[in-house]
Nanobody
Framework: QVQLVESGGGLVQAGGSLRLSCAASGGTFSDYAMGWFRQAPGKEREFVAAIKWSGFTTYYADSVKGRFTISRDNAKNTVYLRMNSLKPEDTAAYYC???????????????????WGQGTQVTVSS
């Protein structure tokens, strides 16, 4: 059973940066693909970024490509989301997700992930 705890959210002005962290415990971290998703009030959960177990392969939503960077440190059991050039439309609760690499077919699909954190709020003011 994997537990995920996000941190690093907050209030930032448009154009600013934040780095989210997600600390994992309870499993062999390098066995898991990791993803970041977000959900704004009244909207559906949205894929942001995902990373394979090795860290060499990443996926991004078009809306964040070039601005966000996902990375992982398997020695620290942690995945990160560096967010630059933030926009008001990036405002949402951000969730970390995990699933065994061997079980994932579609990395951007939230249904593929069986483990979720509690979320961290990111608010971007204009």
């Amino acid at each position: 059973q994997v537990q995920l705890v996000e941190s690093g959210g907050g209030l930032v002005q448009a154009g600013g940066s934040l780095r989210l962290s997600c600390a994992a415990s309870g499993g062999t971290f390098s066995d898991y693909a990791m993803g970041w998703f977000r959900q704004a009030p009244g909207k559906e959960r949205e894929f942001v970024a995902a990373i394979k177990w090795s860290g060499f392969t990443t996926y991004y939503a078009d809306s964040v490509k070039g601005r966000f960077t996902i990375s992982r440190d398997n020695a620290k059991n942690t995945v990160y989301l560096r967010m630059n050039s933030l926009k008001p439309e990036d405002t949402a609760a951000y969730y970390c997700a995990a699933e065994l690499e061997s079980r994932i077919l579609r990395y951007p699909s939230w249904e593929e992930y069986g483990y979720w954190g509690q979320g961290t709020q990111v608010t971007v003011s204009s």
